[in-house]
């Protein structure tokens, strides 16, 4: 046997044979770290900037909720915008006649809650509409195995001109898909800076990114949507720094487990933008503001053509 073989062998050996033992580490008390959570969009609804506290990870409590604290957005021309303390956590704003801001202008947060000011800042980036949501007929015969599943597909082109950046959110029987391999983040039409799709209809792995694709537990592939099931999308313009955060968030989060986590890049806070201009005292979260374009759709079987 190949000797750097057979030392991979016996050092996996001796790893897996540790693990049968359970320990109980002890971790030094971590400071709790404000986290801002404050996506704001333009759609007719109660928007939220949340507040909340870091706990400790061995610790099975639920988060805890900042209240007493001042939460404010300032566009470029001085308007400001006071979200309410609803004693939970959430401060919130209600649109009256239409959605909050203007696309091309930028706005900032500014968070002052015990002691501390936190400020941050983003722009209002356009969006491109919606064209339609559309179901397609699959018929896959893998290795001898029929499978017959529906899948759906958005279609949508990116705006002319370079570094235009999306989030696209789906819902599937008006529950948000929210695994960290659902995360669909568009970069003119394509997945990242180098694409060279400007202008263009999203490329297909993009559209077909709001299919919720799970196994059963015989590894058979559930089709994605049934007759009568309700997709809806929303695609959010965000910025290059809200990007590259839900990047980030993608890869921290979406990780497998077994022998390759071994050697995993240790987890870390995803880097923010919002800065604590009063003090050393972490905060993490992020700031963004969005316009929203969407289109829902419902699945007709009867309706989708079938190639037998």
Same mark, same amino acid.
């Given at each position: ?8 062998? *016996? ?23 404000? @986290? ?8 007719m609804e109660d928007q939220v900037v949340r507040l909340t506290k ?11 909720? @900042? ?65 339609? *949501? ?6 896959? #015969? ?6 017959? &599943?529906?899948?759906?597909? %958005?279609?949508? $082109?990116?705006?002319?001109?370079? =570094?235009?950046?999306y989030w696209i959110k789906t819902y599937k029987n008006d529950v ?9 983040? @568009? ?7 180098? +694409?060279?799709?400007?202008?263009? /209809?999203? *490329?297909? /792995? ?18 994605? &949507?049934?007759?009568?099931? #309700? ?5 959010? +313009? ?31 806070? @995803? ?7 009063? $003090?050393?005292?972490?905060?993490? =979260? ?12 419902? %699945?007709?079987? +009867?309706?989708?053509? #079938?190639?037998?």
């Open positions: 046997m190949n000797i750097k073989l057979y030392t991979i062998l *016996i050092v996996a050996l001796a790893i897996f044979s540790a693990c049968d033992d359970q320990i109980y580490p002890e971790l030094d008390d971590a400071p709790e770290i404000l @986290v801002v959570d404050a996506w704001v969009t333009d759609l870091t706990a400790p990870y061995f610790e099975n409590t639920a988060t805890k909720g @900042v209240t007493g604290a001042q939460v404010y957005i300032t566009d470029d021309q001085g308007t400001s915008f006071d979200f309410v303390d609803q004693g939970n956590g959430n401060y919130v704003w209600t649109p009256a006649t239409s959605g909050f801001g203007m696309v091309g202008s930028d706005y900032v947060l500014t968070v002052v809650a015990e002691g501390n000011t936190y400020t941050a800042i983003s722009t209002k980036n356009r969006v491109p509409k919606v064209d339609s *949501i559309t179901f397609e007929y699959n018929n896959d #015969k893998t290795f001898g195995v029929e499978e017959i &599943y529906y899948s759906a597909e %958005l279609w949508a $082109s990116d705006l002319g001109g370079l =570094g235009d950046q948000f898909l929210n695994k960290p391999s659902e995360i669909s983040l @568009v970069w003119d039409g394509g997945f990242n800076r180098s +694409s060279t799709f400007d202008g263009e /209809p999203f *490329i297909p /792995p993009i559209r077909q990114s709001i299919n919720p694709y799970d196994t059963n537990e015989e590894e058979e592939l559930i089709s994605p &949507y049934l007759d009568g099931d #309700k997709v809806y999308v929303e695609i959010h +313009s965000i910025t290059e720094a809200a990007h590259n955060f839900l990047s980030e968030v993608q890869i921290q989060t979406n990780r497998e487990g077994g022998f390759g986590a071994l050697f995993a890049t240790p987890l870390s806070n @995803v880097p923010t933008n919002i800065e604590n201009t009063t $003090s050393e005292d972490l905060v993490v =979260g992020f700031f963004c503001v969005s316009a929203v374009e969407s289109k829902s759709a419902v %699945l007709d079987e +009867s309706q989708v053509p #079938k190639d037998e």
